[in-house]
């Protein structure tokens, strides 16, 4: 069973920057995926970014490609999303999710294929 943390979120003018963090724990095996995601009000829970232990690959949604990085560290168990050029679309809470296998990239934006998410952290972009 994952527990996962999300670190990181804040206030930020448009075209900055903040970087995301999810904790990872309760598994110590390194094969499982995380996912980011993002609920603004009204609207639907949607995948920004996600990555697996199997080969690392990223995928990214269409409207943050280019701007928005996710990396993992496995020593420090911890799942990072780097984003930059941030827009007044983007806030919202951000939310990390995790299932503890390698989920496909043609499948791992999908909010379904994830057992465990974190508690969500608030970012608000705006001047």
């Known amino acids: 069973q994952l527990q996962l943390v999300e670190r990181g979120g804040g206030l930020v003018q448009p075209g900055g920057s903040l970087r995301l963090s999810c904790v990872v724990s309760?598994?110590?095996?390194?094969?499982?995926?995380i996912g980011w995601f993002r609920q603004a009000p009204g609207k639907d829970r949607q995948g920004v970014s996600c990555?697996?232990?199997?080969?690392?690959?990223?995928k990214y949604a269409e409207s943050v490609k280019g701007r928005f990085t996710i990396a993992r560290d496995n020593a420090k168990n911890t799942v990072y999303l780097q984003m930059n050029s941030l827009k007044p679309e983007d806030t919202a809470v951000y939310y990390c999710?995790?299932?503890?296998?390698?989920?496909?990239?043609?499948?791992?934006?999908?909010?379904?294929?994830?057992?465990?998410w974190g508690q969500g952290t608030q970012v608000t972009v705006s001047s």
């Open positions: 999710a995790g299932r503890g296998i390698v989920v496909s990239p043609w499948r791992c934006l999908g909010k379904n294929e994830y057992d465990f």
């Open positions: 990555i697996s232990s199997s080969d690392g690959k990223p």
């Open positions: 309760g598994t110590t095996s390194r094969n499982y995926t």
